[in-house]
T-cell receptor, first 116, second 112 residues
Framework: EAGVVQSPRYKIIEKKQPVAFWCNPI?????LYWYRQNLGQGPELLIR????????DSQLPKDRFSAERLKGVDSTLKIQPAELGDSAVYLC??????????????FGPGTRLTVL | AQSVSQHNHHVILSEAASLELGCNYS??????LFWYVQYPGQHLQLLLK??????LVKGIKGFEAEFIKSKFSFNLRKPSVQWSDTAEYFC??????????FGTGTKLQVIP
């Protein structure tokens, strides 16, 4: 089974430029998460999707960040314009449900963003 | 709001030493608890999880964790660490509204 795929793996941009990240979750996983992980910190949730619906975007800075998950599969996260403080690793994770009702998030490798 | 606290930021052990990493959470309701590991250059992987039942949970690679509800703790343990356990370990809690909150992580360095 393929894991969560993210691209690009690395991105270097100048401040005020736009940037986009792409995520392809594990096949059949309805739940998709975007996290931001700053250096020396744990992942912080930005947005969670159940199929194509964003059910928790309370931590997403909506003035510059946007996300979409068309057709409830792939997702993109966009920052426009980027600021120096946006430098971080952006993680995508997906979750499915076992027959027992338990679930586990599977993480992608992340996109390391550097804003100069 | 739920939160997770990992007390040890950086732990250095010799091979064969015993390991215990602390994790405390704050949330008044039912929780699911997780430990994730991130080996150098790799992505986050699930080490073990607690959903219900036996509070002593066994995970991969000889790790285990014990959920102590009265102490709001979910400490990670391993009787004898190996050099290959060098990694960063994250505790996470899922509480209200299916929200998962991660701790700040503990970097473990095992010296051969």
């Amino acid at each position: 089974e393929a894991g969560v795929v993210q691209s690009p793996r690395y991105k270097i941009i100048e401040k005020k430029q736009p940037v986009a990240f792409w995520c392809n979750p594990i096949s059949g996983h309805n739940t998709l998460y975007w996290y931001r992980q700053n250096l020396g910190q744990g992942p912080e949730l930005l947005i969670r999707y159940e199929n194509e619906e964003a059910v928790d975007d309370s931590q997403l800075p909506k003035d510059r960040f946007s996300a979409e998950r068309l057709k409830g599969v792939d997702s993109t996260l966009k920052i426009q314009p980027a600021e120096l403080g946006d430098s971080a690793v952006y993680l995508c994770a997906s979750r499915g449900k076992s027959s027992g009702g338990t679930d586990t998030q599977y993480f992608g490798p992340g996109t390391r963003l550097t804003v100069l | 709001a739920q939160s997770v606290s990992q007390h040890n930021h950086h732990v250095i052990l010799s091979e064969a030493a015993s390991l215990e990493l602390g994790c405390n959470y704050s949330y008044g309701g039912t929780v699911n608890l997780f430990w994730y590991v991130q080996y150098p250059g790799q992505h986050l992987q699930l080490l073990l999880k607690y959903f219900s039942g036996d509070p002593l949970v066994k995970g991969i690679k000889g790790f285990e964790a014990e959920f102590i509800k009265s102490k709001f703790s979910f400490n990670l343990r391993k009787p004898s660490v190996q050099w290959s356990d060098t990694a960063e370990y994250f505790c996470a809690v899922k509480g209200g509204y299916q929200k998962v909150t991660f701790g700040t992580g503990t970097k473990l360095q095992v010296i051969p």
